[in-house]
């Protein structure tokens, strides 16, 4: 008996003083971890309009939506221009998180893949920005959002990797598209 | 509806488009090691099945339960990696005593799950990455169990084959694995996500 | 020396003992993946291998397994959380293959065959033998592959600073099934093949 709990007690020492140098090092770099999570969506809102401003401060979060977890609402001197949603793709094997704006009436102004754990290299193709040009300008009634690749480019890319993203990335612009026609529902 | 085809969707995922080793390259030192005849594959597979649903259960309570309220989130390594040891050892330990038999098939493979990816990569792909619902998780833990055992069959299968074919001599054995695992994975490919939309829309 | 020198060719984690295989193949379609990747798997061996040579008469024979499993965790994390701080677009596309370090072979192999029988200096230079060695692994997969399936070298990736060699004819028609993992696989086969000829030779 003697000896048993003097096993647990020293497993307790090693566990309880892991616990403790990690809860230093977490302590140390979680006002790190997210510094760089603020700069990137501060970037990405940045970026993402051309014409007024977006508050960083102004996200409204939705609940019970599976395709938009929150947004902003873009502002030119109180006039209101457009929104920013963020996007998340419905996930197996590959969330993504994508930012985009839009006007009033569902015409994409730009977007930004926020981050995805689609195997690395796959999806890689569509952090480029001139990934997204593809679909800017559209979403409004008269030029629905593109869903397949071939419907924008003849040359559809054959290795598979390519496809993946562009389904996935069109589908969550062609959801944020109908969650402001559908007036933020 | 919704709901059918969101388990079409995840088991077809798990097991054929992110295929656990041949997309996502987890568990393949069991995979290679373990491969060389049909027989102790099949244990292997079911073995790591069973661990692997199990495991996606308990992580998925234990992160979303008791890691993430308490904010403790960045202890997940160290705590997921214990849960999946210790239930390594329950399991062991129940089936050795209640079934004797399937421990024989079974029991030798079951110690070296603990450090095989494929436990601890599902779990954390779904509970942290994806953040999959409860029922979900577990449904992708099993599933990519299954998707363990079928590309671990048939490289089995492919490995009895290769013992009466010729190869060539610096190729024998391990080399020649790898690169039918290649020729494999490249076969995979044809399983996409755009064939998975097309399937559930 | 020789405690050293034997993870880099004789005794290589990933060519010889074909351990620690999963990262070895999921992270080297860059090469800047696999340097980040194999410094993570340093850090975490040389600095396990000490704890777990400091602690070996305090840790019971009984439980040594999951005493050793909690060090090379808190080590893991610690790596974690530093990268995700200080290098995050490469913490970013590494994803769980740095918590995976934890289930990595090649940490627990050594912790078990060599840091719990040897004096602290040994078992740091085992360490950052068989680490050297096995980034030195990894490298040399990424290289193949980086530039076969894109066509380019990837040295260091940080927000906007970039190197990046780009090659010719080959980075606008690269043959892309090497970054997938059919060609990793394809690669670490014929990787496998000339290790194995190599060191019959050398007998």
Known sequence: ?185 | ?201 | MKVFTKGLFKENPVFAIALGLCPALAVTSMVWNAIGMGFGVIFVLVCSNLMISLLRNFIPDEVHIPAYIVVIASFVTIVELLMKAYLPSLAASLGIFIPLIVVNCVILGRAEAFASKNTPLDSVLDGLGMGIGFTLALIAIALVREVLGSGQITLFEQGASLIRIKLGPLSDNPIRVFAFPAGALIVMGYFKALFETISKRRK
Do not use: H
């Open chain 2, 1 to 201: 509806m919704e709901v059918i085809s969101d388990i079409i969707g995840i088991v077809f995922t798990y097991v054929l488009v992110s295929n656990v080793i041949l997309t996502q390259f987890l568990g393949l030192c069991p995979f290679i090691g373990v491969s060389k005849n049909t027989e102790s594959a099949v244990g292997m597979g079911f073995a790591v099945t069973f661990v692997i649903t199990l495991a996606t259960l308990f992580t998925w309570m234990l992160y979303n339960w008791l890691l993430v309220p308490a904010g403790l989130e960045y202890l997940k390594v160290i705590s997921f990696i214990l849960v999946i040891a210790s239930l390594v050892q329950f399991v062991e330990m129940f089936v050795k005593k209640n079934s004797p038999s399937l421990y024989k098939a079974l029991g030798i493979y079951l110690p070296l799950i603990t450090t095989n990816c494929a436990v601890m990569g599902i779990a954390l792909l779904v509970v942290e990455v994806e953040k999959l619902s409860l029922f979900n998780s577990v449904l992708a833990g099993f599933s990519a169990g299954i998707g363990f055992l079928v590309a671990i069959l048939l490289m089995s299968a492919i490995r009895e084959q290769l013992e009466i074919e010729w190869v060539p001599k610096g190729l024998k054995g391990t080399p020649i694995a790898f690169i039918s695992a290649g020729l494999m994975a490249m076969a995979f490919m044809a399983f996409d996500k755009a064939l998975l939309m097309n399937l559930v829309g």
């Open chain 1, 1 to 185: 008996m003697n000896k048993i709990v003097r096993i647990s007690i020293k497993l307790l020492i090693i566990c309880v003083a892991a616990a403790l140098a990690l809860s230093v090092v977490n302590a140390l770099t979680a006002p790190e971890i997210k510094k760089l999570e603020v700069e990137a969506k501060i970037t990405a809102l940045g970026k993402l309009v051309n014409n007024g401003k977006a508050d960083p401060e102004s996200e409204i979060i939705v609940e019970g939506n599976d395709y938009v977890s929150s947004y902003f609402t873009i502002n030119n001197n109180g006039e209101k221009l457009g929104y920013i949603l963020y996007l998340k793709a419905k996930g197996y094997g590959g969330m993504m998180t994508v930012m985009a704006s839009y006007k009033l009436d569902g015409e994409l102004i730009n977007a930004v893949l926020m981050n995805n754990s689609e195997t690395p290299g796959f999806g890689k193709k569509a952090e480029k920005q001139e990934y997204m040009e593809k679909f800017i300008g559209r979403g409004s009634d008269l030029k629905p959002l593109p869903l397949f690749s071939y419907e924008v480019e003849e040359d559809v890319d054959t290795v598979t990797g390519a496809t993946i993203t562009f389904m996935g990335v069109s589908s969550v612009l062609k959801n944020g598209s109908d969650f402001i026609k559908g007036g933020l529902k």
